[in-house]
Nanobody, 120 residues
Framework: QAQLRESGGGLVQAGGSLRLSCAAS????????MGWFRQAPGKEREFIGS????????VYADSVKGRFTISRDAARYTTFLQMNSLKPEDTAVYYC?????????????WGQGTQVTVSS
């Protein structure tokens, strides 16, 4: 059974950094686009960014551009979200997800989420 599991969340002061990981198991996601999303209390889920299967291309939301970096390891079993210059408004549950680009733009696999809290 295919699974995604995030880790690395926690409490950090504003201006600090965190690195989230998304470990894949149960199947290979080497050709999948891996995306990161977040959802703050009372708000809709927000797309943060994504990385292609090859790892060569990334896109980011304007809200995190220049502060967050998405990458994936050579074996493509783990995807990372490096978050720098964190702000209190970055507080949210962060999710990774996988999209098969051959089937469209829908993300079919989701992790359970990891909480990130940024204190002011």
């Amino acid at each position: 059974q295919a699974q995604l599991r995030e880790s690395g969340g926690g409490l950090v002061q504003a201006g600090g950094s965190l690195r989230l990981s998304c470990a894949a198991s149960g199947r290979t996601f080497s050709t999948y686009v891996m995306g990161w999303f977040r959802q703050a209390p009372g708000k809709e889920r927000e797309f943060i960014g994504s990385v292609t299967g090859s790892g060569s291309a990334t896109v980011y939301a304007d809200s995190v551009k220049g502060r967050f970096t998405i990458s994936r390891d050579a074996a493509r079993y783990t995807t990372f979200l490096q978050m720098n210059s964190l702000k209190p408004e970055d507080t949210a549950v962060y999710y990774c997800a996988a999209n098969n680009p051959r089937l469209g733009h829908k993300y079919d696999y989701w992790g359970q989420g990891t909480q990130v809290t940024v204190s002011s």
